[in-house]
């Protein structure tokens, strides 16, 4: 079983920054695909950006620009860092690893989420 553990929003000021951390213990890692979404109240869940293992990188059109994916294979850590934030930007935050676990199980793993809020 793969654990998946989101961790750094918060509430920011229009303009500002946050960077977002994801853990997914008990995955071989370097061999997941890592994804970030967002689901805002009342919408549907998108993908924000992914993260191949090649470390190839997609992202939404509203992310392109401002937001950065990275991973740290080390730390079976992805990262998500947000610049020039918008208030259309307030959401949950999910992340998501797509790939084996340590067992070489296949596995679909979501974290809780991490709220992030934009004030204007």
């Known amino acids: 079983q793969v654990q998946v553990v989101e961790s750094g929003g918060g509430l920011v000021q229009a303009g500002g920054s946050l960077r977002l951390s994801c853990v997914a213990s008990g995955s071989r890692f370097s061999y997941n695909i890592m994804n970030w979404y967002r689901q805002a109240p009342g919408k549907q869940r998108e993908l924000v950006a992914r993260?191949?293992?090649?470390?190839?990188?997609t992202y939404a059109d509203s992310a392109k620009g401002r937001f950065t994916i990275s991973r740290d294979n080390a730390k079976n850590t992805v990262y998500l860092q947000m610049n020039s934030l918008k208030p259309e930007d307030t959401a949950v935050y999910y992340c998501?690893?797509?790939?084996?676990?340590?067992?070489?199980?296949?596995?679909?793993?979501w974290g809780q989420g991490t709220q992030v809020t934009v004030s204007s």
């Open positions: 998501n690893a797509v790939g084996p676990d340590i067992r070489g199980t296949l596995r679909n793993s």
């Open positions: 993260i191949s293992k090649d470390s190839s990188t």
